[in-house]
DNA sequence: TTATTACGCAACCACACGGTTGCACATCAA
DNA sequence: TTGATGTGCAACCGTGTGGTTGCGTAATAA
């Protein structure tokens, strides 16, 4: 079950700087490549190599307006992850369980 | 918050292989990395060195008896990772209301 | 127009890491 | 004891991939 979507996820987030990314985009709505890379030690190239990977994954949104690509969280593929583990949590406790509604909502 | 335990799980799960570990000993119950192995193209030592990074990570907890070490997924650290998913996705939510309210005006 | 800004693409590089082989030690059965 | 089984550790190897530099192109500003 769900082993398509969910496992470019957790490739996708098993990097930290991909995750930091996550978090920063979704504390700020939504960012270029330009925009992350300058308050980061690292080239715009990079930072967009990283945004096309999660874009990828189904966790970024891209949309071009004029010469800027701006990207945003799509909430979707999180919820797939969320459930995995919630999935595999339940089978050996049960309590992890619980946490499905509060994910599910 | 959550970045330091949860930085180790995600980093954990980002491999395929380790990700089918943990679903499998989940469904067993616990296992060793010889009996894991023997239904896997790798060998004992690739298993082994893979469930000493999940339990490193805090997801699995190794139990010595005799001459044999059994390992058991620990649910707590899938707990954290949940809640950072869900904590991220908020976030994401909560820029959208707010946007949404903007427009609204 | 010219200059500047923001991207995307393509090589190239270096290092991390998953996997392997080999060996030594501990435990249980004979 | 001897033999079989289960681990753990160390060294080595190949490749995946995150990061870089460099360049070409599209979109805004002057």
Do not use: C, H, N
């Not at 995750?19 to 985009?25: F, N, Q, Y």
């Not at 925009?35 to 030690?41: F, G, M, N, S």
Request: aromatic share 4%; net charge neutral.
């Amino acid at each position: 079950m769900g082993s398509g979507r969910v496992d470019d996820v957790f490739d996708a987030l098993g990097d930290p700087g991909r995750r930091s990314l996550v978090r920063e985009i979704a504390a700020r709505g939504d960012a270029t490549a330009t925009e992350l890379a300058a308050e980061l030690p690292v080239t715009r190239q990079a930072v967009a190599k990283q945004l096309a990977v999660l874009a990828e994954a189904g966790l970024l949104r891209a949309t071009r307006s004029g010469r800027e690509t701006r990207y945003a969280v799509t909430p979707g593929p999180l919820r797939d992850a969320v459930a995995w583990m919630v999935e595999v949590g339940a089978a050996w406790d049960e309590r992890l369980a619980r946490l499905r509604d509060t994910a599910a909502r």
